[in-house]
């Protein structure tokens, strides 16, 4: 396993160079391109298509310097220079323990007030290249496609709080004992409280950029599922927990073809440094493997993810419907879950008589919900079809 990406340099390339990357956090912030990637042309195909239109946006251009904006670039430097070149001057132990760096209020008071100064110069310089004799109100189409930027922005900060949240309500005791390392930490994300609060607040959002509902959940759907396979990409190689039960059963000969790490593993060096045996001539962090193997879950659930995805993209040309894609989505990435979640460790309670995790709860409800979407997506376009006047041709 790759706590960081230092030790994956150090692996497969044998370079020994300190860097404060973690490998769950590479694959997260992978995970929100290529699932912009995949939205950015969505949005740009329904635009070609003509079945999304931009919006007017009107703003002054050749304004003056305003002196809240240079005080605001000049905190924000600030805040820059003090917490880098502190962490450049002690970079072996930021690489090795970056968020003790970023949790504690040491800094460069220096490095502060220079980067206050580059960055409040910088945006006067700016301005002042752009200021006009007389400022203008010039007014813009924007489209969908060029929102997305601000649309990431906005799914990155409610997924990820979204997240927390739900592991705080399925784990309030640890987050009460750690309450700032929890929410600063990438561990302990449930994948699910951040779809439903990030699709929450991008709802809101889209419909004021009066964006057709129908038609932003399909394109979403594409890119939630490719940032969700990804994201367990993240999961896998940082051995941050998300795994399986313990699997000692010996590979079926149907997928003696795999590598046994695809059957059953250990997580040698995983990032919560969980398990009983210490791995020998290790030394300092991450030197712990589980004692037993487990089904690599994660791995699954991405091979599962881009499955998924495929599917929905065959069939996405043929569909009419806005928000078919989105239904397709919910009943096939709820069976997946629910499934994938009965070899996996998660804690469980009581449900209609049944043991099951929080997530498979979710996953039902996605279930059901997809299939009543469907039902009435056919019920209502049936009824537009059967409620439009034929025009009668003239003899």
Known sequence: MYPTISFFLQDFFGIDLPLPIRTFGFFLALAFFFAGL????????????????????????????????LL????????????????????????????????????????????????????????????????????RTLNPSDRLGDMIVIA??????????????????????????????????????????????????????????????DVGALGVIVGYAVGRLGCHFSGDGDWGIVNEHATTHWLSFLPDWMWAYTYPNNVIEAGTVTIPGCVGEFCKAL?????????????????????????????????????????????ERFFIEMIRVNDRSNF?????????????????GGIILTIFLFYRQRNQASSTPVSEGVS
């Not at 950015?40 to 635009?47: H, I, K, S, V």
């Not at 990030?198 to 509902?213: D, N, S």
Request: hydrophobic share 50%; proline share 5%.
């Open 38 to 69: 995949i939205a950015y042309r969505g949005f740009r195909r329904l635009e070609k298509q003509g079945l999304l239109e931009g919006t007017i946006k009107e703003e002054w251009i050749g304004l003056p310097v305003k002196p809240f904006d």
């Open 72 to 139: 605001l670039n000049a905190f924000f430097g600030f805040l820059v220079g003090y917490k880098l070149v502190y962490m450049v001057s002690n970079w072996v132990a930021f690489s090795n323990r970056p968020e003790d760096f970023l949790l504690n209020f040491e800094g460069s008071l220096i490095g502060g007030i220079i980067f206050s100064l580059i960055f409040a110069a910088l945006h006067y310089y700016e301005k002042q290249s752009q200021r006009l004799p007389e400022p203008k109100l010039v007014k």
């Open 156 to 217: 990155a900060i409610t997924g990820i709080l979204g997240a927390k949240i739900f592991t705080w309500i399925g784990d309030p005791q640890s987050f009460f004992a750690h309450p700032l390392e929890s929410l600063l930490s990438f561990s302990g994300l449930t994948f699910y409280g951040g779809l439903i609060c990030a699709a929450l607040a991008l709802i809101v959002y889209t419909q004021r950029l009066k964006i057709p509902l129908g038609h932003f959940a």
């Open 291 to 335: 004692a037993a193997p487990v089904y690599p879950t994660s791995v699954y659930e991405f091979l599962m993810g881009m499955g998924i995805l495929s599917i929905l993209i065959l069939v996405r040309n043929s569909v009419k419907i806005p928000g078919l894609v989105f239904a397709g989505y919910l009943i096939l990435n709820g069976i």
């Open 352 to 368: 209609l008589g049944f043991s099951l995790s929080q997530a498979q709860k979710i996953a039902i409800f996605m279930f059901l």
